[in-house]
């Protein structure tokens, strides 16, 4: 049972346009949303997070948005730079809980 | 802050012999750490939580008595992978939980370990 999914295997954007990569989850107990960003034979790099009180938080070029109805989030890029490509992967977790991870979005921006 | 390290970053060793890999949060202290295991082309799976002074918790299908976790230390948690074989061959992460805030509960990742088991 995936409880987070990120249906996009891959996104391919110009550099300087707005990347958007999205994912859904299915589990109304989540209230912790992670994004993080992963070169191969690398650990994931923490991006940007936001918790279920809130629809929107921004950091930098990142911006992630939050749609609890619709079970739904979204991690905003702009501008794309091509240092940005990687694999995108969105996780959640109820509070103190582990975390549960996306199959993750290949990003390729290209110059 | 936030720095977590992994050491060793990559190991080839023997079928049947056993390898350890640390986990230290640099700057942090951390109550609870994780060991992720990634294949080629796909998602962390999680394997374990490890949790300090106390036993780790295993997901299911991941056997205990084959990847022992030990979380002497608030900075420090190990990974022995005994009696490795070649399918044991794989990406292993572990990560560190920070939490700060109410409602904040960010997991920081380290670089990651190649075991290649021959």
């Known amino acids: 049972d995936q409880q987070v999914k990120q249906n996009s295997p891959s996104l391919s954007v110009q550099e300087g346009r707005i990347s958007i990569l999205n994912c859904d989850y299915t589990?109304?107990?989540?209230?912790?949303f992670l994004w993080y960003k992963k070169y191969p034979a690398e650990g994931p790099t923490f991006l940007i997070s936001i918790s279920s009180i809130k629809d929107k938080n921004e950091d930098g070029r990142f911006t992630v948005f939050l749609n609890k109805s619709a079970k739904h989030l979204s991690l905003h890029i702009v501008p794309s730079q091509p240092g940005d490509s990687a694999v995108y992967f969105c996780a959640a977790s109820q509070y103190g809980n582990k975390l549960v991870f996306g199959a993750g979005t290949i990003l390729r921006v290209k110059s | 802050g936030a720095v977590v390290s992994q050491h060793p970053s990559r190991v080839i060793c023997k079928s049947g012999t056993s390898v350890k890999i640390e986990c230290r949060s640099l700057d942090f202290q951390a109550t609870t750490m994780f060991w992720y295991r990634q294949f080629p082309k796909q998602s962390l799976m999680l394997m374990a939580t490890?949790?300090?002074?106390?036993?780790?918790?295993?997901e299911q299908g991941v056997e205990k008595d084959k990847f022992l976790i030990n979380h002497a230390s608030l900075t420090l948690s190990t990974l022995t992978v005994t009696s490795a074989h070649p399918e044991d061959s794989s990406f292993y992460i572990c990560?560190?939980?920070?939490?700060?805030?109410?409602?904040?509960?960010?997991?920081?990742f380290g670089p990651g370990t190649r075991l290649t088991v021959l």
């Open positions: 990560s560190a939980r920070v939490i700060r805030l109410a409602g904040t509960d960010t997991q920081y």
């Open positions: 490890s949790n300090e002074g106390s036993k780790a918790t295993y």
């Open positions: 589990n109304s107990m989540f209230d912790y």
